[in-house]
């Protein structure tokens, strides 16, 4: 196993999660802590078995601390060959650091924050990267920790073997060498000015597809490098056949949207639309109303929770229909058991925090490709512009926020009806807008739910009249819409003609 034991150990680090865990762990090893600034503050809270690197080198930093490690004391005591290099260390006075944690400045959390130019400059990180691609480079000697998340192994690994491992500390050396390779390319992204320059398409393969979104067709699925939380390309998959194509698809429209709720919601997607959508008192009210919006569109779908399913709703999801994937937050054992008796559902367990190291949505075209930003902004309410003589009520404005968060993930043109934070009627994928409203109407009656005095989303803007006199003609008593249209003073006339409330948002929501 070519096992080393370090006596001297330099930590330096930016993210000091679970600080306390590895101080205490190498002062148990008898591990000569050096350490540096903030981390070396942090860590005198906890013992004072601590030296500064300006007392270790005999150099006090300078600059605002832009030159504290790049000492040859330091560099030497890393990079040092234990079989040829120990004389010449001993001749100079150093000595051997023989384990590096260190982790960056947080280039990419700092640009996506929207500093200013000097601000991102001031966070390009060179004594750390010097520091463990030096460890990294010698890992025949030493070992590098860079990610806060491989502690636990660390320990792990040299309580249980007396040691570091060589396979192990290789491990280490390529993790820092990605990490770099990535750090790297985000800051010259953002020094050329490029969009996107948070953007770092690091991807690794997942797993072959048994076809694509038909039959004929080949896929593959890929998922991004170092990701942190359950997401839906590296979901926990409890039970159930293998992730078809389409079943990613819509069970990422799905997750999109059940997360854009705080109370508890159900989601149900069929073909990459929401069908169904409401917020309950409980999960299973939530679902019971997120069917009853459209139980035959249900039928074959995904359902999303952003919340751990129960007993109760699990029973209710076999009783009543065909699903192909379940997805939640978390699961009770007696969900699980229930969901069980129906083999072939996917069931998954994703994280509602997710990763988006590399934000943005691509899209192939002839000869080239697409590339926007996500469609993350959310209209406060104070925002709402309201352009009708009747003034919303407050329960209308509950309504008509809802209906706006979901409009926002059904295709476009996109009409959605809401009553009592409920899904009533889905319009979608439309050439025109009247007919997305016709067909939300017509879901609503075929379910026999009341139309009478529900709010109605629009996407985008109404370019005619026609729209809101559909709408009048259904009963909607309140819309929200994002307005600019050059007849907007015909549209509020007509709104205001059948004592319609309607907001302008200022903002629309394309889905294509």
Partial sequence: MNLITPKTALVSLSDKSNLDELIKFLLDQEVKIISTGGT??????????????????GFEEMMDGRVKTLHPKIHAGILARRETDIEVLT????????????????????????????????????????????????FKDVAVISDPNDYTQLIDEWKNNGGISYEFRKELSQKVFQLMAEYNLSIANYLKDI?????????????????GENPHQTANLFTFANLEHKNIANADVLQG???????????????????????????????????????????????????????????????AFNRKVDKKTAEEI?????????LATSFEEA??????????????????????????????????????????FIVPTEDLKCVTKRQPSAEEINDLMFAWKVAK???????????NKQTIGIGAGQMSRVISAEIANLKAKEEGLEVKGAAMASDAFFPFRDGIDKAASSGIAAIIQPGGSIRDEEVIAAADENNI????????????
């Fill in 40 to 57: 070396y503050s942090a860590i005198k809270k906890i013992t004072n078995k601590v030296i500064e690197v300006s007392e270790f080198t």
């Fill in 91 to 138: 001749d100079r006075g150093y000595e051997c650091i023989d384990i590096v944690i260190v982790n960056l400045y947080p280039f990419r959390e700092t640009i996506a924050s929207g500093c200013s130019f000097d601000e991102a400059i001031e966070k390009i990180d060179i004594g750390g990267p010097t520091m463990i691609r030096s460890a990294a480079k010698n």
């Fill in 195 to 211: 969009s996107f320059n948070t953007h770092q398409y690091n991807l690794q393969k997942s797993q072959s597809l048994r076809y």
């Fill in 241 to 303: 056949k293998e992730l078809s194509y389409n079943n990613i698809v819509d069970a990422d429209a799905a997750w999109e949207c059940v997360r854009a709720f705080d109370e508890p919601a159900c989601v149900i997607v069929k073909h990459a639309n929401p069908c169904g959508v409401a917020e309950g008192s409980s999960i299973f009210e939530a679902y019971d109303l997120a069917f009853n919006t459209d139980p035959t569109s249900a039928f074959g779908g995904i359902i």
């Fill in 318 to 326: 076999n009783t009543r229909q065909f699903v192909e994937v379940v």
């Fill in 335 to 376: 969900a699980l058991e229930e969901l069980a008796k129906k083999k072939n559902v996917r069931v998954l367990c994703v994280d509602l925090e997710q990763d988006n190291p590399y934000p943005g949505v691509i899209k192939k075209v002839s000869g080239g490709i697409l590339i926007q930003s996500d469609d993350t």
């Fill in 409 to 419: 993930f059904v295709k476009s043109n996109a009409i959605v009806y809401v009553k």
């Fill in 501 to 512: 409330a309607m907001v302008f948002t200022s903002t629309r929501h394309f889905r294509h």
